[in-house]
């Protein structure tokens, strides 16, 4: 998580670290899109009318982050620009703190964030938890953070939008760890670490697969960390 800077859209072009085909992502790359935080004053973000306030993001800004991402077309009804620490956490409106988030996907999807972002509002509001720790939380693993602050995920749907165990993943533990049933972790720069790796221990997982195979379907690629 970063602090709030200023952000060109030649600097947002200069992410170009793009995929190199589209994929739809269900959690965001931590080095395109890290978040970013404009506030942590719970009177300042708690006030009615507080979100509405914030200057919307410009059309060149939206194109950029969707170009970063490498998806050339914005489909809306396939994604949704979202902040990775919600404007209602204090969150900044700049391009490190967007990202393309699916709304086909399942369970992970815009909609699921939504919730995930209104009950921390909530619980940050009331003093049950700072918003430092909320923003926090959601920059690192926004899944882990639904499943720290709201319980376990809902079961993915059995429809045609549904992605599968072998294109999502597991969600690691809260503590960066897998699970014993998906050992292999994966980066937020895509890459994924066996635990015969070099960094494997010290490495706090982002997303975590049952084999390489899964791995690899979901866009990762081994990590040269031998």
């Not at 993943?169 to 897998?178: A, D, H, Y």
Request: aromatic share 8%.
């Amino acid at each position: 998580m970063t602090t709030l800077k200023v952000c060109s859209v030649f600097a947002i072009l200069s992410l170009s670290s793009v995929f190199a085909a589209a994929q739809i992502p269900v959690l965001p790359d931590s080095k395109l899109t890290p978040g970013a935080v404009l506030t942590t004053d719970s009177k300042l973000i708690c006030e009615a009318g507080y979100v509405k306030e914030i200057k919307a993001v410009a059309p060149e800004i939206t194109a950029a982050v969707y170009k970063s991402y490498g998806i050339t077309t914005q489909n809306t009804s396939k994604y949704q620009l979202d902040f990775l620490v919600p404007l209602e956490l204090g969150g900044a409106s700049v391009a490190r703190n967007l990202w393309p988030q699916s709304t086909k996907t399942s369970p992970l999807n815009a909609a699921l964030k939504d919730k995930l972002d209104a009950k921390l509002h909530e619980l940050a509001c009331t003093g049950k938890v700072s918003f430092a720790d909320a923003q926090q939380a959601v920059s690192q693993n926004w899944a882990a953070a639904y499943v720290k602050y709201l319980g376990p995920l809902p079961k993915a749907a059995n429809n045609s939008a549904t992605t599968s165990s072998s294109s999502m993943g597991t969600v690691p533990l809260t503590n960066g760890e897998c699970p014993a049933s998906a050992t292999i972790k994966g980066s937020g720069n895509k890459k994924y670490h066996l635990p015969t790796g070099r960094y494997y221990k010290t490495l706090k997982a982002k997303i975590c697969f049952a084999t390489a195979t899964e791995a690899q379907n979901a866009g990762f690629v081994a990590a040269k960390d031998k």
